[in-house]
Every structure is written in structure tokens, then in C-alpha cells.
């Protein structure tokens, strides 16, 4: 696959490194088996997101970086141990102790200590061999048999080799967790990873679309991704296509205080929805620019920050928005702190912002 043609995570913005011409062992590209290098800089090397374990902040990024900060980011320690230097894209906790993080080359981590050190559970090569067993399964495939299409379209993800990155990941509880990511790959686990499983046929996805980012709404899931791809229904059943006004590619999907859903995406675009993703409306962002990130404050304001850095707020759910002067570093993602501050991760690393002074947050 040409690198130009691997959507792998818009929010990463400078993604030159996300596309090298890897050497390989056997097949496998080297940095999905090399432990990262993490030093006690980490934290201003790229970052990519974060998420609260507990009081503990825990970000993830470029080369493997995990680092975590238990005074709201004002210091960090890197992860003492770190089973890969793939980049990592996401990063959901089920308590203060257990938690997941997923990335490229089919990386999904898992964590017991808060983030200090971590374990794989899966890669790509692994998730492809996964993928080939169940269609060969359901195919009830016996020697001499011509391969059915499913079987085929399996065997050729194993032979391409684990160059598909998870992009997302919904962690429910600390045993059930379910990663996404390009070309509509979808995986699960019901026992805390020690086992995984192919989900793509719940989607309603033939297309193989690249999904960026999800969020449960009562018993639903919503996923979001390119090319207007917005997929809803039971976590445990089928996700149907969803119609939306706009048909573009949406990055990022929001829980607001309301009980809402707010989609953000390509060319400042955003999209509303108040029943759980059923309908959805657009709604005028501020933003010219892609939006990149968003977080939500434990007041309801929504912040939305695009890939030029600039940011715009919502206190009413999502209805309208206004754009701040102040303008951040181009944010791939947001986690909300403490008052009007806010923690803004992008290719500088992670920094504290204090939003207080912005009239509109007031």
C-alpha cells in the first residue's frame, strides 16, 4: 500500500514519520518489536492523545511514547517499559489501574499499573491471522476447496503485513474493549485481552472505510470516519449507515452534557445529533480549517480545536460556537483539566493552557 494512500490518523498532522520505509525482520517491520526509547523529554516529543486514569494523566504518541503526570501535566514520567516503537493514536482507561492504548502496525497495549508499564496483546500480523481463521471458519473451507472471496480478501491482509493502524478504541469495563481503525478493521475483547476477536461483519462497511473515532450513547455505539462513514446501532449488534448532510470525512464524535452527540471533521465541518445519532444537523463551527480535536468541560462547554491551532467553544450543547482568539499548537487532541485549563496535545508535546481570560469560557 503507497504510503500517500494510508489516511492514518488526520489529527497527527506531521506524519512524515508515520509512513517510513521500515526495515523489516522476517516480515515485520522493526519498531513494531523494538521497545521505545523514552527518556525523560517524552512528554514535548509528539503527542497524539491522553485520557484520566483515576487522578493520573496518561498520553501516548510518536515512537511508542507513553507518559503520565500525576499533577494535571504540569510534570511527567515517562513508562518504564513499552513493548513497541509504533506510533500510538489513542489511549482509554476502564479504572485508575487498567487500560488500554492502540497505534499503527495493528498495536493495541494494555496497561495494569496506571500506565507505568505496559504489555501487547495484539498487532496486525496477529489480527490478520485472526481475521483468516474466522473466514476460513465460516466458509467451512476443506482442502481443494476454491477460496471463497472473504477468504481471499483474508489471506491477502495477512500477506500485506501489519502496516494497518487502530485508530480508536471504546473501552466499556475492564474486560470488554473494542479497537477501530483504518480500512474498517474492527476488534474485540470480552476476557481483558486475552483474547481477540474480528468484528467487521456488525459493520455495515463493505467499503472497507476508514474509521477514526467512536462513542457509546446509551446502549448504542456511534463510529465516525472518512468519507461521511457514520455507523450506529447496539454495542453487541449490527451498525447500520447513518444519512448525514454532510458527505466529507468526520475525525472526532463527542458525548455532550445534554445526552447529545457532536461530530467534527474535514473543513471545520460539524454535525449534531439530539437522539443518540439517529438524525443529525450541521452546525456552523467558526472553523475554516479541519478540526483535529475536542473535549468536552465537566460544565457542558464544548472546545473544538482545528489543525491550524485555532479553537472555538459551545455553551449550549452544540448549537453555536464562537472562536477564540487565543490560538493553540495544531491540536491532535484535548483533555480537559482543572477550571478553564486544558491540556493540548500536538507535535510539540503536551501543554497546559489556561482558556480563563477567553470571554467566551467565562
Request: proline residues 5%; contains cysteine; hydrophobic residues 45%.
Amino acid at each position: 500500500m503507497r504510503c500517500a494512500d494510508r489516511i492514518l490518523f488526520a489529527a497527527t498532522l506531521l506524519l512524515a514519520a508515520a509512513c517510513p520505509a521500515m526495515a523489516t525482520s522476517a516480515g515485520r517491520p522493526t519498531m513494531l518489536d523494538r521497545p521505545a526509547a523514552l527518556g525523560p523529554e517524552a512528554s514535548r516529543h509528539m503527542l497524539t492523545a491522553a485520557a484520566w486514569a483515576g487522578k493520573r494523566i496518561v498520553a501516548v504518541g510518536r515512537g511508542g511514547a507513553i507518559v503520565y503526570s500525576d499533577d494535571e501535566g504540569a510534570t511527567w514520567r515517562p513508562a518504564s517499559k513499552v513493548p513497541t516503537s509504533a506510533m500510538l493514536t489513542a489511549v482509554a482507561f476502564a479504572n485508575e489501574h487498567v487500560g488500554w492504548a492502540v497505534g499503527h502496525l495493528g498495536v493495541v497495549l494494555k496497561t495494569t499499573d496506571g500506565g507505568a508499564t505496559w504489555e501487547r496483546q495484539l498487532d496486525g500480523a496477529q489480527a490478520a491471522k485472526l481475521v483468516l481463521v474466522k473466514a476460513e471458519h465460516r466458509a467451512g473451507i476443506r482442502s481443494g476447496d476454491d477460496m471463497p472471496p472473504a477468504v481471499k480478501a483474508a489471506k491477502f491482509l495477512v500477506q500485506d503485513g501489519p502496516n494497518k493502524p487502530f485508530l480508536t478504541l471504546l473501552v466499556q469495563d475492564d474486560r470488554r474493549v473494542e479497537v477501530a481503525g483504518a480500512f474498517g478493521l474492527v476488534f474485540d475483547t470480552e476476557d481483558g485481552g486475552a483474547n481477540w476477536a474480528p468484528q467487521m461483519a456488525r459493520f455495515d462497511n463493505a467499503r472497507g472505510l476508514h474509521l477514526y473515532a467512536a462513542a457509546r450513547s446509551g446502549p448504542d455505539l456511534v463510529y465516525v470516519g472518512e468519507q461521511g462513514a457514520m455507523l450506529r446501532g447496539p454495542a453487541e449488534g449490527a451498525l447500520k449507515r447513518v444519512t448525514t448532510p454532510y458527505p466529507g470525512t468526520m475525525f472526532g464524535v463527542l458525548n455532550t452534557r445534554n445526552g447529545g452527540l457532536l461530530a467534527y471533521g474535514l473543513r471545520g465541518n460539524a454535525l449534531l445529533s439530539d437522539d443518540g445519532g439517529r438524525d443529525w444537523r450541521q452546525v456552523v463551527s467558526g472553523l475554516s480549517a479541519s478540526i483535529q480535536a475536542g473535549t468536552v468541560f465537566a460544565d457542558g462547554t464544548l472546545l473544538l480545536a482545528s489543525e491550524t491551532g485555532q479553537l472555538a467553544v459551545s455553551r449550549d450543547g452544540g448549537t453555536s460556537f464562537k472562536v477564540l482568539a487565543r490560538t493553540v499548537q495544531p491540536a491532535a487532541g484535548l483533555l480537559p483539566l482543572s477550571g478553564r485549563t486544558v491540556l493540548v496535545l500536538g507535535p510539540r508535546g503536551a501543554e497546559r493552557v489556561d482558556l480563563s481570560a477567553e470571554q467566551e469560557l467565562k
